[in-house]
């Protein structure tokens, strides 16, 4: 593999070379009075022809657009917002008889949930102020054993003594 990219490298150079022999006769060539040849006419006009046509292509798209979208805007559509709810309305037996019992089961009002705290949710949260007292945040643990204290003499008497042990180690931290 390694001679073979040697043997191309060289290759390349060779051919480098010839090229840049080629480029010195031709600059020797137009320095001792030869005119380059004139151009044809389609070297000249060539880019204003793509131009143009690209130019003639975007206006034909441009008009068809517009044609299609005025033909779209004025057929009408086949059905509209007020007759979908007249058909809903004229037919609402068209309901089956299942979907209907499950339907009216349903209880529209919908009302807060009951909150109800759970203990592993206070548990969590007395977990949270510990690593707070670790971390020496006492305002936030103070905060999350306030909220504790709110709600777990409802729920776990032994949550409410831990958070008032944490709160009295957090008072007495912040006694001293």
Excluded: C
């Amino acid at each position: 593999a390694l001679a073979q990219t040697k043997a191309r490298v060289a290759e390349l150079e060779k051919n480098i070379a010839d090229l840049q022999k080629v480029l010195e006769a031709r600059k020797a060539a137009l320095n001792a009075g030869e005119q380059p040849l004139p151009k044809s006419g389609m070297d000249q006009w060539g880019p204003a022809v793509v131009g143009l046509g690209l130019t003639a292509i975007t206006g034909l798209l441009l008009w068809w657009l517009a044609r299609y979208s005025r033909r779209a805007e004025s057929q009408p559509s086949k059905t509209t917002v007020a007759d979908a709810g007249s058909m809903a309305s004229a037919n609402p037996a068209a309901i089956p008889p299942n979907a209907a019992a499950i339907l009216s089961s349903l209880d529209l009002n919908l009302s807060p949930p009951p909150t109800q705290h759970d203990a592993d949710a206070l548990r969590v949260k007395l977990n949270l102020a510990k690593a707070y007292i670790t971390i020496e945040d006492f305002e936030a643990a103070r905060k999350a054993l306030e909220e504790i204290l709110l709600v777990s003499s409802q729920v776990d008497p032994q949550i409410t003594i831990a958070a008032r042990g944490l709160m009295a180690e957090i008072n007495q931290r912040n006694d001293h």
